[in-house]
């Protein structure tokens, strides 16, 4: 007796989703090097706001009132990843704690990608009251940089002094309302390194 097609065809839908790498269950480090990773969610060079979904194991746009949200200025200048196995402040989409997010410095990389990388700084932000922070990377593999030797936040404020004010300026125009993001200020890699250490406990 034949299996009908529609029971086939499920069958193999529900494999594919079961096979699909649930990116919140990534180690924080990585096996091999033990070093930090991170998950890309969002691409450089684009507007569009989307999120890692660990129910469904997809990356699905951000809406707001049925519409796709986007940044209404310059596209993300990096690559907004969230670090698998860090929990800081509890949501609604993570009840134990949102993942700490990372701004990746470098070409973009389509979501889902995991990369190593090392913290060079910690942006701390104020949107309309809610404190935010944010590690500023790069990736560890030196082929994969666009600043060469930018590996601390000394060199990277000495050769690429206006990396800084650029971010800033970028991040206070990503407020759901004129104005609602402040920039509380920057702190070192060692600063960012103790952050990710607290954020895994």
């Not at 600043?147 to 970028?170: F, N, S």
Request: charged share 15%.
């Amino acid at each position: 007796m034949r299996v009908p097609v529609l029971f086939f065809f499920l069958g193999a839908l529900s494999l594919l989703c079961s096979c699909r790498t649930d990116y919140a269950d990534l180690p924080t480090f990585s096996t091999e090097h033990h070093l930090l990773q991170a998950v890309v969610e969002i691409p450089a060079g684009t507007n569009h706001i989307q999120q890692y979904d660990p129910a469904t194991r997809t990356f699905r746009r951000v809406q707001r009132a049925g519409t796709d949200r986007v940044v209404e200025f310059l596209p993300y200048p990096g690559n907004l990843a969230f670090v698998p196995g860090t929990h800081t402040i509890p949501t609604k989409r993570y009840p134990q704690g949102q993942p700490l997010a990372a701004l990746i410095l470098a070409e973009s990389q389509p979501a889902g990608t995991v990369l190593e990388i090392l913290p060079i700084a910690l942006l701390r932000l104020d949107e309309a009251g809610t404190p935010r922070q944010l590690l500023l990377a790069v990736p560890a593999r030196p082929s994969l940089r666009i600043l060469p030797g930018a590996t601390t936040w000394a060199a990277v404020q000495r050769d690429y002094p206006h990396v800084r004010p650029m971010l800033e300026q970028w991040f206070r125009q990503t407020g759901t309302t004129a104005g609602s993001v402040r920039v509380a200020g920057w702190k070192d890699e060692q600063v960012a390194q103790q952050q990710v250490q607290e954020a895994t406990h």
